[in-house]
């Protein structure tokens, strides 16, 4: 995908939004892992699921399970470096994008 194509993709998705006169919607899980650096410091990384976006405002039924599914995703994600994901805490934050 380039920038070209990703802009023109947020234009349609802006006047799709106009003329349903709802929002869309996005979920994504992230998580901010640490590791220490060569001069022993902490170096704060964050790291985020695919996410799902373009969700219409009468998905929210379904927001949970996408969610879960981000989860799943960020979960493995992270499994693939090596990240132990036992005891983890799970925050749900709602954040509104303008």
Not at 22 to 40: H, L, N, R
Not at 54 to 62: E, I, K, R, T, Y
Request: with cysteine; charged share 25%.
């Amino acid at each position: 995908m380039t920038i070209e194509s990703i802009k023109v993709y947020l234009q349609h998705d802006e006047i799709r939004e106009a003329m349903l006169g709802e929002e869309c919607k996005g979920v994504y899980a992230e998580a901010v892992v640490s590791y220490p650096t060569s001069q022993g410091d902490l170096r704060l990384q964050t790291l985020q699921s695919a996410g799902l976006w373009g969700l219409q405002g009468d998905a929210d039924g379904l927001i949970d399970t996408f969610m879960n599914d981000e989860l799943d995703d960020l979960l493995n994600h992270l499994c693939r470096f090596g990240i132990s994901v036992a005891g983890f805490d799970v925050e749900r934050v709602e954040r509104v994008v303008a």
